[in-house]
T-cell receptor, first 113, second 113 residues
């Protein structure tokens, strides 16, 4: 079983749509959670951190459920420029500690006219 | 502020040869990480430096890989001898402190023929 599992993609949505990505993680000792965005053949870039209380940054809302070990990302009013691969990332691996990031395989989003 | 820079951006070598990748972290960042993504797989952690010391090298695949960070500034990752399965994109990231967000370089695309 992968340490971080994400929805398979691609997600093809029309501009203006709301799209949700889900992710589960296996290590209950993980401490920090993130969504990264990766454009084609580019480096991963931090989109936002994820907290149990939920956090919002403009059109993006992230949520963490520690009991279910579940992370979500909601994108409202999607734009063409949102097209990218979204990576669910957890800090800490099977051993439970450290600062290493554990990545999901990513979910590809394509926003279309 | 200059970001994380990696060199070369691409490298194509034959099986059995040696390749050295370089990473320059953001100035003042003590924490430096190496990750790699092989075809079709998720990005995986290789190792973590704090200044010149290896904090965690649990992700290094085998003894053909050698990472150094003499002087605690830039880092090199040497693969000797390279094998076909080493092909992939090697990312470097840095952070000011262990708990801070990691900023990624553009990566080195390594192809072993």
């Amino acid at each position: 079983r992968k340490e971080v599992e994400q929805d398979p993609g691609p997600f093809n949505v029309p501009e203006g749509a709301t799209v949700a990505f889900n992710c589960t993680y296996s290590n209950s000792a993980s401490q920090s959670f993130f969504w990264y965005r990766q454009d084609c053949r580019k480096e991963p870039k931090l989109l936002m951190s994820v907290y149990s209380s939920g956090n919002e940054d403009g059109r993006f809302t992230a949520q963490l459920n520690r009991a279910s070990q579940y992370i979500s990302l909601l994108i409202r009013d999607s734009k063409l420029s949102d097209s990218a691969t979204y990576l669910c990332v957890v800090k800490g691996g099977i051993t439970g500690g450290g600062n290493k990031l554990t990545f999901g395989t990513g979910t590809q989003l394509k926003v279309e006219l | 502020e200059a970001g994380v820079t990696q060199f070369p951006s691409h490298s194509v070598i034959e099986k059995g040869q040696t390749v050295t990748l370089r990473c320059d972290p953001i100035s003042g960042h003590d924490n430096l990480y190496w990750y790699r993504r092989v075809m079709g797989k998720e990005i995986k952690f290789l190792l973590h430096f704090v200044k010149e010391s290896k904090q965690d090298e649990s992700g290094m695949p085998n003894n053909r890989f050698l990472a150094e960070r003499t002087g605690g500034t830039y880092s090199t990752l040497k693969v000797q001898p390279a094998e076909l399965e080493d092909s992939g994109v090697y990312f470097c990231a840095s952070s000011s402190q262990g708990g801070q967000p990691q900023h990624f370089g553009d990566g080195t695309r390594l192809s072993i023929l």
